[in-house]
């Protein structure tokens, strides 16, 4: 498909919008408001709006390879802090995918690539929980109990990150989703979440 097309694409869908909804982009520009934060996987198959039904202006959208959320990675934190304190997000969803390449990366021999560096955070999740992990009996199950550890742990930084924190009182509820390209469905994996925090590294007490 060349650019062209993709140019093509977009007038279509703008005439269309406009047919459906008048004054729909009017009302886009004169201001954002969106109820959620999406941090996703960069993955092409796990498009946020569209995974949930909703359209353009309702979700504010952070993406990045396997959806981490490292406390070094200031994209993520100022993507965070502006959703938290100046759009008023009420809801944060972190988002992974079973099949992410991220995550399948993860448990081979690093390569010495850019993104070996990446998900070394990854790394850490899989020697960290790797009982947990090899109780699964197969290669495949594995990786997908991974997935669902990664997206638990990614959570619990969230709401340990400062920005949470320091909003407490805003009331800011963080959910643990996992999508399955395999048949469209999201899962909610929040209440695995307290499993897991009792297990993170960075929560246990001297």
Not at 47 to 53: D, L, Q, V
Not at 103 to 127: C, F, N, S, Y
Request: hydrophobic residues 40%; proline residues 5%.
């Amino acid at each position: 498909m060349s650019i062209e097309h993709l140019l093509e694409n977009n007038r279509a869908w703008s005439a269309r919008m406009e047919r459906e909804r008048p004054g729909f982009f009017k009302g886009l520009a004169s201001q954002q408001k969106p109820r959620y934060l999406w941090i996703g996987c960069a993955d092409s198959r796990v498009p946020a709006n569209e995974i949930i039904g909703l359209p353009p202006g309702e979700v504010f959208v952070h993406r990045n390879v396997a959806n981490l959320v490292v406390h070094s990675d200031l994209n993520c934190l100022a993507v965070l802090d502006f959703a938290v304190n100046a759009l008023g997000v009420e809801d944060i969803i972190v988002c992974g995918h079973y099949g992410c390449g991220g995550v399948q990366a993860a448990l081979q021999p690093t390569e010495g690539r850019i993104v070996d560096h990446w998900i070394r955070h990854i790394r850490d999740i899989a020697k960290h929980y790797k009982d947990d992990i090899e109780r699964e009996p197969t290669a495949t199950a594995q990786t997908r109990r991974l997935c669902e550890l990664n997206v638990a742990v990614q959570v619990v930084h969230v709401r340990e990150s400062p920005v949470l924190l320091a909003a407490r009182s805003k009331g800011v509820q963080v959910h643990g989703w996992i999508y399955d390209v395999g048949d469209g469905l999201l899962r909610d994996l929040t209440p695995i979440v307290d499993e897991v925090r009792a297990l993170e590294p960075s929560c246990r007490l001297s």
